[in-house]
């Protein structure tokens, strides 16, 4: 009979785990961490939402966010209009910022998914593995698309009493791209993805050993 063991990240203690056979949310019976979420089909449910996402994404930045006609005068803003005003101003520090925070970051976030899990589900570890995941943990609290979108919002209830804002293709892709980003990230697991990597190289995982009795 085998047994596995996993150790807690926070409080040490060595917990015994349960056969794998349900998702759900494991933790530590001692100070209640979560060690790790067992979620089947993690890795194909990932590369196909980050897949979508990629596709959004390039209609987000390819097609008019908003239309608006104030007054007799209509003009359109795209995804990129709030970074060209910021550095026309010479705000240059807010415009990299927004610019990081909304655009670079979450395309790094979705290219690294594709690159990673894309291999993962036919069976393949991709070269740089480990450093993709790590760089997939480090980036994660720097997309911020929720507080851009958030700021959207505030702005055309605002403009809306001026005249008429119409929402574009891209403003619809681009709330659809943050669903299915915020779904990708609540069932991305690290633990499960270390444990595969670690398997496909012939290795027991770094914290979970297997004991035969």
């Known amino acids: 009979?085998?047994?596995?063991?996993?150790?807690?990240?926070?409080?040490?203690?060595?917990?015994?785990?349960?056969?794998?056979?349900?998702?759900?949310?494991?933790?530590?019976?001692?100070?209640?961490?979560?060690?790790?979420?067992?979620?089947?089909?993690?890795?194909?449910?990932?590369y196909a939402l980050n897949l979508a996402?990629?596709?959004l994404f390039i209609v987000t930045v390819s097609f008019p966010f908003l239309s608006f006609q104030i007054m007799g005068m209509s003009s359109?803003?795209?995804?990129?209009?709030?970074?060209?005003?910021l550095y026309r101003e010479q705000d240059y520090l807010l415009a990299v910022a927004l610019l990081t925070t909304t655009l670079v970051?979450?395309?790094?976030?979705?290219?690294?998914?594709?690159?990673?899990?894309?291999?993962?589900?036919?069976?393949?570890?991709?070269?740089?593995?480990?450093?993709?995941?790590?760089?997939?943990?480090?980036?994660?609290?720097?997309?911020?698309?929720?507080v851009f979108l958030l700021g959207i919002l505030v702005s055309i209830v605002k403009l809306v009493k001026m005249g008429e804002i119409i929402p574009g293709t891209s403003l619809w892709a681009f709330a659809a791209m943050i669903v299915i980003l915020a779904y990708a990230q609540s069932i991305f697991d690290p633990h499960e993805t270390w444990e595969r990597i670690d398997r496909a190289h012939g290795r027991e995982p770094d914290l979970i050993r297997s004991v035969e009795r």
Not at 25 to 38: A, D, I, Q, S, V
Not at 106 to 124: C, F, K, S, T, V
Not at 129 to 143: C, F, I, Q, R, Y
């Open 53 to 55: 996402a990629l596709f």
């Open 105 to 146: 970051v979450p395309a790094i976030r979705i290219l690294l998914y594709i690159l990673l899990y894309g291999p993962l589900y036919h069976g393949i570890v991709p070269p740089f593995a480990a450093p993709m995941l790590k760089t997939l943990e480090a980036v994660a609290p720097w997309g911020m698309l929720d």
């Open 1 to 46: 009979m085998e047994r596995r063991y996993l150790c807690c990240p926070e409080c040490d203690e060595i917990s015994r785990l349960p056969s794998l056979r349900r998702p759900g949310r494991y933790r530590c019976p001692n100070c209640g961490h979560t060690l790790f979420r067992h979620q089947p089909g993690m890795v194909e449910k990932i």
């Open 76 to 85: 359109e803003a795209t995804f990129t209009t709030a970074f060209v005003n």
